[in-house]
């Protein structure tokens, strides 16, 4: 257990995850302590979890290995590398941390085994392939790659190696956890917001690549971000992102609380459209935490939660 020192309130809470550890959350209510100190509250669920996932530096100079990194380093640098196919200031590891490593950092570890796979926003099977391309698209606000181009195979291959060691199946630490879904405070969230992530994402959300801060923070909300229409609009999902791994260079004492109203403060934003997300969950069982009307709610109302 960690304690802040200094003149520092300090509440905690100890949540129960999925998979029974125990988490401490401490939330700085007025922050003095230094970056360490916070960073030593990460939560114990992050740095338990491990993904099995292959070393770097077992990759060689042949053309598999040269395919794997071309596409691990497109998913690093996607914009410079793809402009004609991103539309915003993101790379996929802005949303997928570590490279898609990260244990609840929306990992990419295990992929490759489970596709294709039914999809329950589309209502069919998708591929890999379209799963990314999704990205392109919604994350990205950008264009999907041509099927079979060298980028969609580099990505492939890239993905494919990641999961060699991770069968389909339940693992602890896929997602971004789920923590309870709070009504947000907004008001609250703003001020949270001003404390504790304006001084990497910008003051109006746009991103941290002027701030001349360590580790920019890519945009949150405005043109330069994701769409309505990605899995990061939702509430619950960056809530428990914010929650394991923001401030970037101190994670874990955002308490669930606080994570919810930052969230739902970042969501209120304006931020690109979608244009389809009506077609979104054609069976009528969208998430609560969706910022848009489906067409499949409209019709059957009841059906919703
Ligand atoms: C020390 C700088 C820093 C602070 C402080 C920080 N972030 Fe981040 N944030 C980052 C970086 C860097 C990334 C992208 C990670 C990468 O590229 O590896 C990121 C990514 C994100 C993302 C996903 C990508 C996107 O653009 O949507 C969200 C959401 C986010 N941060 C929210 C927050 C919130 C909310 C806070 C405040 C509680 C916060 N961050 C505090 C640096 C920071
Ligand atoms: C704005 C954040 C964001 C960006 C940028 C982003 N993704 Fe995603 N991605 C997500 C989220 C959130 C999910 C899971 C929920 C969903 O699909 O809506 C996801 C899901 C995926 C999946 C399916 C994962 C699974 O477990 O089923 C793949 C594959 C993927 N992304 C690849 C990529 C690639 C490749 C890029 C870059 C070309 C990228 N993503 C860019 C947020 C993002």
């Known amino acids: 257990m960690n304690h802040h020192r200094g003149p520092v309130m300090t509440a905690r809470s100890a949540t129960m995850t999925r998979w029974g550890v125990s988490a401490m959350i401490a939330l700085a209510a007025a922050c003095g302590g230094s970056g360490s100190e916070q960073a030593a509250t990460t939560t114990v669920a992050v740095r338990d979890t491990v993904l099995p996932a292959p070393a770097e530096s077992l990759l060689t100079q042949d053309s598999a290995s040269q395919s794997i990194r071309r596409g691990m380093a497109l ?31 929306n990992p990419l570890v295990g992929v490759a085994n489970r596709y294709p796979a039914m999809w329950e926003r589309t209502g069919t099977t998708v591929t890999l392939e379209d799963r990314v391309n999704d990205c392109f698209r919604r994350g990205l606000n950008g264009k999907p790659l041509a099927a079979g181009s060298t980028e969609m195979r580099d990505i492939l291959a890239y993905l494919t190696w990641l999961s060699t060691e991770l069968p389909k199946g339940p693992h602890a630490g896929l997602g971004v956890d789920s923590i309870p879904l709070i009504p947000a405070d907004t008001v609250r969230g703003k001020t949270q917001f001003a404390m504790y992530c304006s001084r990497c994402h910008g003051p109006e959300g746009q991103g941290g690549k002027n701030l001349g801060v360590q580790h920019p923070g890519p945009p949150l909300w405005g043109n330069g971000s994701f769409t309505i229409g990605s899995g990061m609009a939702r509430q619950r999902i960056v809530a428990a992102f914010v929650h394991h791994h923001m401030p970037f260079d101190a994670p874990g004492f955002v308490a669930d609380s606080i994570a919810n109203d930052v969230a739902g403060f970042v969501l209120s934003r304006p931020r690109p459209d979608f244009p389809g997300k009506e077609l979104d969950w054609p069976n009528g069982n969208a998430p609560d935490d969706l910022r848009y009307k489906t067409k499949a709610q409209a019709a059957a109302p009841a059906a919703k939660q």
Not at 82 to 91: A, D, F, I, K, M
Not at 94 to 103: D, E, I
């Open 75 to 105: 998913m690093l640098a996607t914009r410079d590398s793809l402009p004609s196919h991103v539309g915003n200031e993101l790379h996929c590891t802005s949303c997928h941390l570590n490279k898609g490593r990260k244990p609840f950092g």
